[in-house]
């Protein structure tokens, strides 16, 4: 018969009731027994407690529609573990000002040249999140503005003293609550100086010292954001956002994003945290783990061909060497596709046209749908890539056994030269 933890506790204790009359301690108070304490069980490692992570901006980071635009916060919380929500309240059109109290900012300057604010009333959207059911100890908070407060008409206007001293009170009343805030500098609209991508927006310098001064963390993404269109020579363009890099990236504008674009300035926000060692990246999921994709047919590994890494460099079938241009990484691009990176190069596998037959080359990662793969499971790790526009399958070209074959696209028949047993790197 088992024993349960309380009556052998029960037991022991009457034990030594039982030995301690037998002995005699002159003079001397018997010593109580130990308390008895439930057994704990082993739960291993602490499990991480559900958390939110709260958005305010504006319509870079807005979740927007379902094409253009769309903002960069609309894509942030697939990058996160399942113990996070990402809670998106930016509002497009809004300054920091008009975010924070709405229909009160009149239309009017003051003496000091600021937009007259009356009551100093909180819009619902601020006052729901410091309420009860809002921000709670443990959330995150991330703040993005200074598109809109550069305005010189109210009641979008703010001054950069009168920014700096909002995005206080917003980290300060954040702090409040137990919630770690984290400033963000606005994201660049897309501007060209010859060939190279420059600044485009102020308050930058007002947000870093703001951060500065409250010690809250800042990530600069109007210089990473940048840097990240630079590296997809989003310059020069001609001004057509309908076409090319730039318009897979971008609206038909210069500042709102296609959600492939959107998907890359979230991805930049999570690589910032992760590479400034703010707290919140240990919540974000994973980097991908780098494969090798080996033909069923062939037993023969996609390879980038002489182990380029220019742009333009095709993809082939070369005996498996495990060497990092035969190796890829899955990036996830929402609605169940994912872009496919080659390691020893960092750009991603795209279709050159729509045809059967067409080439499958390397190129700067734009997120646009023909950089984007649907993989199809058969089971025991064997895949088929499906190009997202296209249609078209990644097919090794006329079931060729031969190294140097090239991989293009075809008509998808799952057959065993469009399929590719994918094995750790």
Not at 296 to 310: E, F, L, N, P, Y
Not at 313 to 336: K, M
Not at 363 to 385: C, E, F, K, M, Y
């Amino acid at each position: 018969m088992r024993t349960s933890a309380r009556n052998r506790c029960l037991a022991v204790v009457a034990a030594v009731f039982a030995a301690m009359a037998a002995v005699v301690v002159p003079a001397q108070a018997a010593p109580a027994p130990a308390p008895c304490v439930a057994p704990q069980a082993d739960s291993g490692a602490a499990a991480v407690a559900p958390f939110k992570v709260w958005l305010a901006g504006d319509s870079t980071m807005a979740n927007g529609g379902s094409t253009c635009p769309v903002g960069w916060g609309r894509e942030f919380d697939r990058l996160f573990n399942d113990d996070v929500t990402v809670v998106n309240n930016a509002v497009g059109g809004r300054s920091i000002q008009t975010w924070l109290y709405e229909s009160n900012v009149k239309s009017t300057k003051d003496a000091a040249g600021e937009c007259v604010v009356s009551p100093r009333t909180y819009a619902s959207r601020w006052a729901g999140m410091l309420a009860t059911g809002g921000m709670q100890a443990g959330d995150w908070l991330i703040i993005q503005f200074g598109i809109n407060d550069g305005d010189p008409n109210c009641p979008r206007h703010v001054g950069t003293a009168r920014y700096r001293e909002l995005l206080a009170t917003m980290g300060r009343e954040a702090k409040a609550r137990g919630v770690k805030p984290i400033y963000v500098t606005p994201v660049s609209a897309i501007r060209c100086s010859g060939s190279t991508a420059v600044a485009s927006r102020g308050f930058v310098n007002e947000t870093i010292a703001q951060g500065q001064a409250d010690q809250v963390p800042v990530v600069d993404l109007h210089k990473r954001s940048i840097a990240l269109y630079n590296t997809l020579r989003l310059c020069p363009n001609n001004g057509n956002y309908n076409e090319g890099a730039v318009g897979a990236f971008f609206c038909n504008d210069h500042t709102h994003f296609e959600a492939a674009g959107a998907a890359r300035i979230a991805e930049v926000v999570a690589g910032a945290l992760r590479e400034q060692g703010i707290g919140l990246a240990s919540s974000l999921r994973s980097t991908s783990t780098a494969y090798s994709l080996v033909a069923q047919h062939s037993g023969k590994a996609a390879d980038i061909t002489v182990a380029s890494t220019a742009s333009g460099a095709g993809l082939v079938q070369w005996t498996a060497n495990g060497r990092p241009n035969q190796q890829f990484e899955f990036i996830d691009s929402g609605d169940g596709h994912v872009r496919v990176k080659a390691r020893h190069s960092g750009l991603v596998l795209q279709v050159s046209g729509n045809a059967n037959g067409a080439d499958i080359t390397q190129q700067p990662d734009t997120g646009a749908t023909s950089q984007q793969w649907r993989v199809v499971d058969h089971g025991g790790d064997v895949i088929s890539l499906v190009n997202r526009q296209s249609g078209l399958a990644m097919d090794v070209w006329e079931k060729s056994t031969a190294d140097g074959a090239r991989i293009s696209q075809y008509t998808y028949n799952g057959s065993p030269n469009q399929r590719f047993t994918r094995l750790p790197g």
